[in-house]
Nanobody
């Protein structure tokens, strides 16, 4: 089970940190990802991290602004979001993939419930 939290309302240029707590399984060997879906748009990939090695991958539109990390002791993945823009407004979802793949952006099996991020201009 994945439980996302940390969303809210923030002004443009502000920061938020999203958390995704995993329960019920060890995440060894998993890839953890963050996705987002804005109203009227398709869900899109944001960032991902390999739980074991820590390799990360980002969508171009968040590079330099967002940072994904994980805390193995807490079984939690974070998404630090800085320099937020109104176009970052979306519901953010965390996801987990147990099958190894070269790709970071697809094949996720497990999804959290989403947390709303709203950035005002």
């Amino acid at each position: 089970q994945l439980q996302a939290s940390g969303g809210g309302l923030v002004q443009a240029g502000g920061s938020l940190r999203l958390s995704c707590a995993a329960s019920g399984r060890t995440l060894h060997g998993y890839t953890m990802g963050w996705f987002r879906q804005a109203p009227g748009k398709e869900r899109e990939f944001v960032a991902a991290i390999r739980w074991s090695g820590g390799d990360t991958y980002y969508a171009d539109f968040v590079k330099g602004r967002f940072t994904i990390s994980r805390d193995k002791a807490k079984n939690t993945v974070y998404l630090q979001m800085n320099s937020l823009k109104p176009e970052d407004t979306a519901v953010y979802y965390c996801a987990a993939r147990g099958i190894w793949s070269l790709s970071f952006t697809d094949g996720y099996e497990y999804w959290g419930q989403g947390t709303q991020v709203t950035v005002s201009s």
